[in-house]
């Protein structure tokens, strides 16, 4: 979760950059992303000898992230500040446990709870310090259904890893919010006559392909990964870390400030989930659930 963490914030900073460097639009860049990642996806099961088969027919939660919340997040982005949106991606680890319980019946233990609410204090910390100079409610909305759509694919995506290896999971959601965004991409060309692409230069395809390998394929495998060996509302508390990467990451690529309440959040996460760590809270994954049921179901009756 912690090497999940850090490529997505290390992606989302990609991405800037791209979309700084090429000047396409946020679909168009989306599009060539998920394309790259899903070549290293594939190339990934092909050399493991991993099956896919399943992968599509399960991986319709795939419209919801990266399909659905990513595009309303770029859409958002350019409405309102960067800020407000890092302040309100903090509530998805409180949506996460919140949405277990309700679809799930998957009640934290009060520790965990704990260790949620004071991850997400630190994190909001982390991205609380700037200006909120720029936004716009109709950019936060966006911004709010892009969170919620991620908190959603975040509770349904533990159930693919209990039939499904981690990889098939994620070729298949890939493969549909792919097919999502084609969708976008294609609806804007039948409308204004464009691709997104101001005259593009293979660099830039690369760019954006290699921004979508840092952004989807690594950060969603380990995520998947992750699933199968914790709960999902113990997996929600790491994702309070993306902030807190996003702001190093910032800081050193970009060259942005780093101020004393940066600081203090990022203690206060990386207390938080250190504690988690040492005290191992929360019962197993789904997937290890199944797993264990299926061995005992398995041995021989003394």
Do not use: C
Request: a positive charge; hydrophobic letters at 55%; charged letters at 10%.
């Amino acid at each position: 979760m912690v090497g999940s963490a850090f490529a997505w914030a290390a992606g989302l900073v990609a991405t800037k950059w791209v979309l700084n460097q090429t000047r396409a639009t946020p679909t168009a860049v989306l599009t060539v992303q998920l394309a790259g990642s899903l070549l290293v996806l594939v190339a990934a099961a092909a050399v493991a000898r991993t099956p896919v088969r399943g992968g599509l027919s399960k991986g319709w939660v795939g419209l919801l992230e990266p399909g659905l919340s990513y595009y309303l997040a770029l859409a958002g982005l350019a409405l309102t500040s960067a800020v407000n949106a890092s302040i309100l991606g903090t509530l998805e680890p409180v949506l996460v446990p919140i949405l277990a319980l309700l679809l799930f019946r998957e009640r934290p233990a009060p520790r965990l709870a704990v260790i949620v609410v004071a991850a997400t204090i630190g994190s909001l910390l982390v991205s609380a310090s700037g200006t909120t100079a720029g936004s716009d409610w109709r950019g936060d909305l966006l911004i709010l259904a892009s969170v919620a759509a991620a908190a959603l694919y975040v509770v349904l995506a533990s159930t693919q890893v209990v039939d499904l290896s981690p990889l098939a999971a994620a070729i298949g959601q890939q493969l549909w919010a792919l097919a999502l965004v084609l969708a976008f991409l294609l609806a804007t060309f039948v409308v204004t006559g464009r691709t997104g692409w101001t005259e593009p230069q293979v660099t830039d395809l690369l760019l954006a392909a290699g921004s979508g390998i840092l952004n989807y394929a690594l950060p969603f495998w380990l995520y998947l990964v992750a699933l199968t060996k914790m709960p999902v509302s113990r997996a929600a508390a790491y994702l309070t870390l993306i902030p807190l990467f996003g702001v190093a990451l910032a800081a050193v690529v970009l060259g942005e400030d780093v101020s004393p309440l940066h600081l203090a959040g990022g203690v206060l996460v990386v207390g938080s989930l250190i504690w988690d760590a040492l005290g191992h809270s929360g019962p197993p994954g789904r997937s290890e659930q199944r797993r264990r049921t299926s061995t005992t179901d398995k041995s021989p009756s003394a």
